[in-house]
């Protein structure tokens, strides 16, 4: 393979490197692995009537993941379920905040459950005793806990910069091996004839290729690395459920397709056959 053909591939592999990079930093995102397992442990003390360890655990996965809306309105709830209405209120508040502004729906159910708070709070025959019906805490609204591969942890991270890094140095001493070929097939011999200045050219060019080789092999085989670090491994991310809209639900069977026998009369001809929607 020729010098061009490899400073070509090897700048394909950074331009692949950067279209990869965004997405994968935006998946690093996920809720933590640390805070997914506080939280089925708040379940368990909740479902147990635990209500105080359950805040415990709560408090500890809302400080690996401050952004999730899902852990601040179970804390909320587990709150309100203690009788401690201001921390409730503190952190339904919160909960609000954290909802986007498309979520209308939740939005005025969390304020109507901040205002009866703010009510009970300043009456003075509030009472702390735990609301009469005790729901169960949220599976992180509208998403499901799955386990998928990809993990972009500090180690793939350093490999795939590395790899970055020896590629960008392969595109370099290939790009420098280019020109300093180019300036020996355009040498030009002195009156003596001699042609050492041309072959130390040549020589030098020689170095640069197997240098751009050697990097390019390695940044290569970090890529691959990366890759393997990547996918190889699962991460637990939240991910909402497949199901058919509400309104097609009662037509369409378990796996979301109705079909149903078609038969009718053309100018050709009668035809019969089935149709269906998907």
């Keep these: ?6 400073v070509s ?12 990079a965004s997405p994968l930093a935006a998946q690093s995102g996920d809720t933590p692995p640390e805070a997914i397992t506080l939280y089925a442990e708040a379940r368990e003390h909740y479902g147990a009537g635990r209500y105080q360890d359950a805040a415990v655990a709560l408090e500890s996965a809302l400080v690996l993941d401050p952004d999730s809306p899902t852990l601040v309105y179970n804390l909320a709830r587990v709150y309100e379920l203690l009788g401690q209405l201001d921390r409730a209120l503190e952190h339904y508040e919160r909960y609000q905040r954290l909802l986007p502004q498309q979520q ?3 939005q005025n159910r969390a304020d109507a459950t901040i205002r009866r708070l703010q009510g009970a709070a300043s ?9 009469v019906e005790v729901e169960p805490l949220r599976q992180l609204p509208g998403l499901v806990l799955v386990r998928e591969n990809g993990v972009a942890d500090d180690t793939f991270w350093v490999v795939l910069t590395a790899g970055a890094v020896f590629l960008a140095g392969g595109a370099a001493f290939g790009s420098l091996a280019l020109l ?14 001699r042609s050492q200045g041309r072959n130390d050219l040549y020589s030098n060019a020689t170095v640069f290729g197997g240098v751009a080789d050697a990097t390019l092999g390695l940044g290569g085989a970090a890529v691959v690395v990366a890759g393997l670090l990547y996918f190889a491994r699962e991460h637990t991310v939240l991910r909402a459920p497949l199901r058919a809209a509400e309104g097609d639900e009662a037509d369409q069977g378990s ?5 149903e026998p078609d038969a009718g009369a053309t100018l050709d001809g009668a035809y019969l056959g089935l149709r269906g929607a998907f």
Excluded: H, K
């Design 9 to 20: 591939i090897s700048l394909a592999s950074c331009v692949w490197l950067l279209a990869i």
């Design 123 to 131: 009456s003075a025959e509030a009472s702390v005793e735990a609301p």
């Design 255 to 259: 796996d979301g397709v109705v079909v």
């Design 180 to 193: 300093t070929r180019a300036d020996a097939d355009s040498y030009v011999l002195g009156r003596d004839g």
């Design 1 to 6: 393979m020729g010098f061009a053909s490899r």
């Design 104 to 106: 209308a729906e939740e």
